[in-house]
């Protein structure tokens, strides 16, 4: 099993991800025929975002131990897959009971390129501005574009989780995150 672990969190294991993941929305597909066959999408969603926790959780064993910081580098990687896997497991569990809304009859396919973008333009923004600020300026960004317009709301989300990320990854878990070149 150990081989198995380190064969998929080294290089060279892409094609493996892709056939897994290919396995994993046939099987969503599957499972969401007949009476569940309204859920579809939320349940291709939801396998989805199992198997990506499921990745982060095993790409975690390939990242190298540093003694001196004082916390493992795994944990990051590992605290992100076991909040995923939390919430979607919620997520799944009231799609398979029928609780969950049903899936729209069509999508919004701008908002969703939107969306994509605006992710894109803060992965690029980090290099400049660091992952604090590119990462509170995404969360505003998307609020606003899904419709928040309430400036308690919007200034809660962002700055909580710009708070929260600071005290977790650089106060407790002492790991340092990109600066940019702005603040570099």
Known sequence: MEELVVYLGGHGS????????????????????????????RLVI?????????GFFILSFGVREVEAV?????????????GLALFTLEMLRLTLHERA????????V???LLTAGVVAFS???MDYAGYLVSSASMILLLLLLFGERRPLVL????????LFSWFVFVRVLMLSLPTGILFG
Request: glycine fraction near 12%.
């Open 101 to 108: 809304p049903e899936d729209p009859k069509t999508g919004d």
């Open 123 to 125: 992965l690029w923004g």
């Open 110 to 112: 701008k908002k969703v």
């Open 46 to 54: 939801c396998f989805s975002l199992l198997f990506i926790a499921s």
């Open 155 to 162: 200034l809660s989300l962002a700055g909580g989780w710009t």
């Open 14 to 41: 892409f094609p493996a991800w892709i056939a897994a993941y290919l396995a994993v929305a046939g099987l969503s597909f599957l499972v969401s025929r007949g009476r569940l066959k309204r859920y579809r999408g």
């Open 70 to 82: 004082g916390s493992s580098a795994r944990i990051a990687p590992r605290l992100w897959a076991a």
